[in-house]
T-cell receptor, first 113, second 113 residues
């Protein structure tokens, strides 16, 4: 199994509060991703990173920011959580997405009340 | 833009039946990769297979087989002699570059004993 750890795994938070999800990898992969999974939508890309301090937006980036100060860590921040951000969040990693498999973490269940 | 369509939202079969999950994709890239992932009730995403666009050979792995047809932009997945443990949501995904995977919405497969 790919060495990917997501934290926290489960969180309940109130509307308007900031939330940070952490993804930590031990594989030294260059690429890291944050996806959200919602019923009827499959998985959708929020942000991705192609190196330290190099990030870009995905399909559903509004309301989210990311940071990558070290190869092994990719943080996803909800500056002011809303109920529409209640979801399951998956981190993923890849050495090189053009040919290599993308592996997923176990997911973080976030509920915004 | 890339797109993956899994038209079957839910399939229910009786154990030991064969079942095929359909996946149709759209891309303008000449080089791309196709994936299948399994998501069991526990929630994690398990990698099953990766195919590149230049390799149209069908692949068999135990009870699983995959049929890639570039002419119809399809990458279908067949489970032979299904078992209850095959019950899961299955995702087809397409990768064309650094911005990760484009997922279909998934097919929920129910294997009844």
């Amino acid at each position: 199994d790919a060495g990917i750890t997501q934290s926290p795994r489960h969180k309940v938070t109130e509307t308007g509060t900031p939330v940070t999800l952490r993804c930590h990898q031990t594989e030294n992969h260059r690429y890291m991703y944050w996806y959200r999974q919602d019923p009827g939508h499959g998985l959708r890309l929020i942000h991705y990173s192609y190196g330290v301090k190099d990030t870009d937006k995905g399909e559903v980036s509004d309301g989210y920011s990311v940071s990558r100060s070290k190869t092994e860590d990719f943080l996803l921040t909800l500056e002011s959580a809303t109920s529409s951000q209640t979801s399951v969040y998956f981190c993923a990693i890849s050495q090189d997405p053009s040919g290599n498999t993308i592996y997923f973490g176990e997911g973080s269940w976030l509920t915004v009340v | 833009a890339q797109k993956v369509t899994q038209a079957q939202t839910e399939i229910s079969v009786v154990e030991k039946e064969d079942v095929t999950l359909d996946c149709v994709y759209e891309t303008r890239d000449t080089t791309y990769y196709l994936f299948w992932y399994k998501q069991p009730p526990s929630g994690e995403l398990v990698f099953l297979i990766r195919r590149n666009s230049f390799d149209e050979q069908n692949e068999i792995s135990g009870r699983y087989s995959w049929n890639f047809q570039k002419s119809t932009s399809s990458f279908n997945f067949t489970i032979t002699a299904s078992q209850v443990v095959d019950s899961a949501v299955y995702f087809c995904a397409l990768s064309g570059g650094a911005d990760g995977l484009t997922f279909g919405k998934g097919t929920h497969l129910i294997i009844q004993p």
